[in-house]
């Protein structure tokens, strides 16, 4: 049987957001010029990914503070996501709805991420 420390972050939302975020943010770079792969597609998809992770690896923490710790890291990485997306709209490799999209989704796994560590 696997542990319930080991999906229990599936519960979260801010884990739901997040992995929401990231399918994404996958999904729109796959998009982006061939000469960015190792640039912009790269940079925005490790830090996506670093969101989702930092809850997953936060909530397995055995301390609050350990996790609080995490999502604090979570929040930087969506700022930087947050900032690629807007040079990459800037650049045209996303239209306008979709940055608004994407953005949208962005600040409101900002606002659960937020609420979550404040609750811990």
């Keep these: 049987m696997i542990s319930d420390?080991?999906?229990g972050h599936k519960r979260l939302v801010?884990?739901?957001k997040?992995?929401?975020l990231a399918w994404e943010v996958y999904v729109l770079s796959d998009k982006f010029p061939k000469q960015e792969i190792i640039g912009i597609t790269s940079q925005l998809?490790?830090?996506v990914i670093s969101v989702v992770l930092n809850i997953v690896e936060g909530y397995a923490r055995e301390s609050k503070k350990e996790f609080r710790h995490f999502l604090k890291i979570?929040?930087?990485s969506l700022a930087e996501v947050g900032y690629i997306?807007?040079?990459s709209f800037k650049r045209g490799y996303i239209t306008k709805v979709q940055y608004n999209n994407a953005s949208e989704l962005k600040d409101e796994c900002?606002?659960?991420i937020w609420s979550l560590m404040?609750?811990?």
Aim: a positive charge; zero cysteines.
């Design 5 to 7: 420390k080991l999906v």
């Design 14 to 16: 801010a884990w739901q």
């Design 18 to 20: 997040a992995d929401r």
């Design 45 to 47: 998809r490790r830090a």
């Design 74 to 76: 979570s929040l930087g």
């Design 85 to 87: 997306l807007e040079f």
């Design 110 to 112: 900002g606002r659960i």
């Design 118 to 120: 404040r609750s811990l």
